[in-house]
Every structure is written in C-alpha cells, then in structure tokens.
C-alpha cells in the first residue's frame, strides 16, 4: 500500500518521527520511519493487547475488514535511529518523554490519504460511526471493550471505512462505557447537527476538536430533533446530566469511593443498539446545493468536449508515472474516476456536501478502493490544528500528490475567491508535482457570470499571464484547445 | 416553531413529582457507580450517571427486541416459501 509521505523529502526519510497526533495514551504510540508508520506498544499497554490478540477479537475485526490488520516487527532490523528501532531494543531515546518502555511493535496496513471528520461527508461519517459501533459490538462479543471511540480513529482507505486504532481495546467490565461520552460528542452529535440543522456544521468540528460539546448541540437542535427519543436521551438528557454532575465536587468525591454496580452485558448491548439505531434514524436532508446537477446541467461541459477532456486527462495517467492523483473542485469525480480505474489513488474534493456524498455513494456500491470523496472549501483549506498546531495536518501538508487536476476551476479561484494567479500557482504546486489545469478565459459565458454584478478588477486574467506565471513555476507546459469552447487544457510539469 | 409545553407550567416552588423523582434516582445512581477512574480517557460524570438511569430501560427494550427477532426469525423458517 503505498503512503503519502507528508514529510517528502529525502532528508528526513531514513530518521523515524514520532507521529505528533501520538501522545495521549501511555499504551503505545505511533512512528513514521522510511515513510513507514509503525505502532510502537509499551508495557503499560501489554495486558490488554495480548488479551486483544488472544481473545480471538483481533482475528474477527481484522477478517471483517473492520480494523487495519498488522504484523508483528520481531527481529527484523529497522534502519533508523529513532524510536521505532531504539523501542525494538529497549532503549527509550526517541520514546515519548517519561513514556513506559516497549514492549512490541507493529506494522499495520498503511493508510494511502489520512482524512480528517472535518473533511467528511454526512454519509461517510455516518459509516464512521456505524463502524465504531460494531468493532465495539465485537469487542463485547469477545469480553473486551472499546475504550477510545474517537473519530481520529477511523480513516477511509478508498470508500471504505476502517478502525486504525490497535491499543483502544480493553478487557470488558461489568460497568458503564467510558467512551459514552465521547462517541456521542464524536459521532452522534455531529450527525444530528448535520442531518436536522445544516449538513456543513461537521465543518466546525476543526474548532472543537474533542466533538461537539453537548450543552452547543442542545441548544442548536429544533425542538421537534430534540424530541426523537434517541437525541433527547443521548444528547440532550446527556447534556443536562452533564451539566448537572460534572462540576460538583461532592460527587465526584462520592464517585471515587468503592461502589459497585452491575453494568451488564444486556446493558451494554443495548446501550449499543440504541446508539446505532439513532445513527441510523438520521438521514441527510433533502436539499439541493448549488452544485450537485452541475456534471448533467446545461454548461459548457457538452459531450464533444468533456471526452476531450477525458483523452487528455488519460494520456497523462497512462504514461505510467502517477501513483496518487488530487481533483480538486472535481464536483461528483467523473475525472477522479479516471484515476481510481486505473488503481491510482484518487482523492476528490469539492465544496459541496452533496457532491461528495454523491461520489462516496457510487464508490461505496462499486467497492471502489482507490476512491476518497473529500470535502474541504479550496480557499479556505484544512488548516493543521490540535496542540501545538501539529496534532493533525493541513491539507498541504498531507501532500504532495504526483498528480493536481483543476478543471473548470480557475474562474473560482482568481475571481470568486479574489486570488491572484501568482498565488494560486504557489498553492497547487504545494499540492503536486504535475498539474492538469483548465483555463478558462473572461470570454466564457461562465466566467461572464461570475463577473455579471461585480467591477472587472481582474486585470492580469489573461491568457498570456497565466502561461507566464505558471510557466515560471513548471519548466515544461503542454496546451490544447478544447473544442466547441473558449478554454484551454495545460499539462504542467518539471 | 411554536413550543408545546409538555405539562402546565409549574407554580412557584413547586418541584413537580417527575423531576423529583428523577432527581432521586439520579442521586440514588451516584452511589452506584463504579470505582476505577481512566487517567487516559475521562468518561464523564454525567455520562456515567445517565448511562446507568437510562441502562435499565435499554435492556428492556433491547431484550424484546432480540426476543421479538427470533420469533420472527421462527415463523420465518417455517414459512415454505
């Protein structure tokens, strides 16, 4: 499985990093040696591992598909000088600061794009959340639990989502679920926010970084949401128990002392039942966004010239030298499709809620593996956030792909978003080595639009000045004119 | 959206018999919680306490479901088509 290395250069490539989201659970943590991400376990976190694998769970989830299967590092040496080797033989330099020491390492299968909840559509964070459910169903199943439903927990390899975390598994016990909280601020929250208010408020979550805080979520929820019994006792009841214990110190200090109370397995399974079919009882809205019609509209995209397109796109992707391929603005990923056919992994992102869920729909019924339907706002891209900022990555920074495609996207960016062509040349070479970009000139009926209620300030949008200002950042163009339209077609590279 | 008040409004002072007894149990729960603490993960209080007021209701309704599919799953299997 091939990894893009978001640390690209060679120079740091024979040196294992810590991986920065990797410090909160004193279990183990997580390295990136050679471009390679390795799970490191510590003693503290050997009991509930071993009882994972032996248990049979690990088996079960690994076989469903559900969670990133691993192999076990013995013997082999590890070439670096950080904390993957020095954890393999038992020296701590390059563990964590004060973390306990090693006590196995994995090598699970590597994640081609890391994707964030914030770049989610409504239904794969639906599928997200209906996955955590079930590995914590199995657990159960097998006398162990899930101790960490957290969303950073599962990525998506293509369509499909997958449980990333080894060590969130712990032995069952006859109480409460300890990451209640935290599934429904992760998961449900998010969902009834996005199915029963706006289906771009999973956007917001770069703000609250733990989930949505349940008192936000009661209070932004309609009244007649709040009445489904799965939301009024998960959220908003949660919430209002929240509220009511969480700072009261008599009782904290009561919850300290010794009591007992059985929290059975029928318990748990039907805490789990009713989570689920909550999930499942919200649905995304009925709503048209601007762009979701916008590939069988009446645009310029007629068929004469949309096969040109494909052909030129095709002859890039068949030289043989892309492995990973962005579309950015590629709307239900026509174009991206091209690059997932040929087993290059595509990820597509668009603006649109409903364009992305479109993609992720097709997808998802072709079992489409080299597919990731994304969406993030182009002028305003993932930001890298967390603690100290580094915690989880820009959209750059998880660049950058062998393959950028800008189709029909241009116009949006230099005269909607107002940005100057120098630096949009500096954004997508930030983005990939080589670039297929569609110019599309002020003489095009759609660019005519965009300017119909606004002052034509965009003086350098020219022809010339765009072939300027890129050509000055790729040494090699290649152009074609595309039939029965005004654009032009540009393959850049070094 | 007009809101439906769910029963007449309470009189001043008043507690009303629901809260009261919800906040019994709510209390009564909290005697019964567990003792061991995540230092990794805080579960939360309130969340522990609503899961165990709400845990019983749950098993009810989740065990004549499981119940009701296999009835079903039954008379499905004696069906000859």
């Known amino acids: 499985?091939?990894?893009?290395?978001?640390?690209?250069?060679?120079?740091?490539?024979?040196?294992?990093?810590?991986?920065?989201?990797?410090?909160?659970?004193?279990?183990?943590?997580?390295?990136?040696?050679?471009?390679?991400?390795?799970?490191?376990?510590?003693?503290?976190?050997?009991?509930?591992?071993?009882?994972?694998?032996?248990?049979?769970?690990?088996?079960?989830?690994?076989?469903?598909?559900?969670?990133?299967?691993?192999?076990?590092?013995?013997?082999?040496?590890?070439?670096?000088?950080?904390?993957?080797?020095?954890?393999?033989?038992?020296?701590?330099?390059?563990?964590?600061?004060?973390?306990?020491?090693?006590?196995?390492?994995?090598?699970?299968?590597?994640?081609?794009f890391i994707s964030y909840p914030y770049e989610w559509s409504f239904s794969q964070f639906k599928d997200a959340a209906l996955l955590t459910l079930d590995v914590h169903?199995?657990?159960?199943?097998?006398?162990?639990?899930?101790?960490?439903?957290?969303?950073?927990?599962?990525?998506?390899?293509?369509?499909?989502?997958?449980?990333?975390?080894?060590?969130?598994?712990?032995?069952?016990?006859?109480?409460?679920?300890?990451?209640?909280?935290?599934?429904?601020?992760?998961?449900?929250?998010?969902?009834?926010?996005?199915?029963?208010?706006?289906?771009?408020?999973?956007?917001?979550?770069?703000?609250?970084?733990?989930?949505?805080?349940?008192?936000?979520?009661?209070?932004?929820?309609?009244?007649?949401?709040?009445?489904?019994?799965?939301?009024?006792?998960?959220?908003?009841?949660?919430?209002?128990?929240?509220?009511?214990?969480?700072?009261?110190?008599?009782?904290?200090?009561?919850?300290?002392?010794?009591?007992?109370?059985?929290?059975?397995?029928t318990r748990q399974l039907a805490l789990i039942d009713s989570l689920e079919s909550t999930v499942r009882g919200l649905k995304i809205p009925s709503v048209k966004t601007e762009w979701i019609d916008y590939a069988d509209s009446n645009n310029n995209y007629e068929l004469e010239s949309k096969n040109f397109k494909k052909e030129f796109i095709e002859k890039v992707l068949d030289a043989g030298v892309v492995k990973t391929l962005w579309d950015l603005g590629g709307n239900t990923g026509f174009f991206s499709r091209l690059g997932s056919n040929r087993k290059i992994y595509s990820v597509c992102f668009d603006g649109d809620q409903l364009c992305v869920d479109a993609n992720y729909q097709q997808a998802k019924k072709e079992g489409d593996a080299f597919m990731l339907p994304l969406v993030t706002d182009l002028a305003n891209p993932t930001p890298a956030i967390g603690w100290n900022n580094t915690e989880r990555m820009s959209l750059t920074q998880r660049g950058r792909a062998d393959l950028v495609m800008a189709l029909a996207l241009i116009h949006h960016l230099r005269i909607t978003a107002n940005v100057p062509l120098a630096k949009i040349a500096e954004f997508l070479a930030a983005c990939g080595r080589k670039l297929i970009i569609e110019f599309v000139p002020k003489t095009d009926s759609m660019v005519a639009r965009l300017l119909t209620h606004r002052e034509d300030v965009f003086h350098d949008y020219t022809v010339q000045h765009f072939e300027q200002v890129f050509g000055a950042v790729w040494s090699k163009m290649h152009k074609e004119k595309i039939p029965g339209s005004e654009r032009t077609l540009y393959f850049f590279e070094s | 959206m007009e809101k439906i008040p769910l029963r007449p409004p309470l009189l001043k002072g008043e507690r009303g018999g629901f809260n009261k007894f919800m906040f019994f149990i709510l209390i009564l729960s909290i005697f019964l919680l567990p003792s061991t603490a995540h230092a990794y993960l805080d579960p939360g209080t309130g969340s522990m306490i609503l899961q165990i007021v709400v845990g019983s209701v749950l098993a009810a309704v989740y065990t004549v479901k499981v119940y009701w599919q296999k009835i079903k799953a039954f008379f499905r299997k004696k069906d000859p088509s």
């Open chain 1, 1 to 112: 499985m091939l990894v893009l290395d978001p640390f690209d250069s060679s120079s740091t490539s024979t040196e294992s990093l810590r991986v920065n989201s990797s410090f909160r659970d004193d279990a183990g943590y997580v390295v990136k040696e050679n471009g390679v991400i390795y799970r490191v376990i510590t003693d503290k976190g050997r009991d509930d591992f071993e009882a994972f694998m032996s248990s049979g769970l690990y088996d079960v989830l690994a076989s469903r598909g559900l969670l990133v299967s691993h192999e076990e590092i013995v013997g082999a040496p590890l070439h670096g000088k950080g904390a993957a080797s020095s954890a393999r033989t038992g020296d701590p330099v390059g563990a964590p600061l004060g973390a306990p020491s090693p006590h196995k390492i994995l090598k699970p299968v590597q994640i081609p």
């Open chain 1, 137 to 265: 169903r199995e657990a159960l199943k097998k006398n162990m639990s899930l101790k960490d439903a957290s969303f950073f927990n599962v990525q998506f390899i293509g369509s499909k989502p997958i449980f990333i975390d080894t060590l969130s598994f712990e032995k069952r016990e006859d109480k409460p679920w300890v990451a209640y909280r935290q599934f429904c601020q992760h998961f449900l929250a998010p969902l009834a926010l996005m199915s029963q208010v706006d289906l771009g408020l999973n956007r917001h979550l770069q703000a609250h970084i733990d989930g949505f805080p349940l008192p936000l979520v009661s209070k932004l929820l309609p009244f007649k949401s709040k009445m489904r019994a799965g939301l009024m006792m998960h959220l908003v009841m949660h919430a209002k128990s929240q509220q009511k214990f969480e700072n009261k110190k008599e009782i904290k200090q009561a919850t300290s002392q010794k009591m007992n109370l059985a929290f059975n397995l």
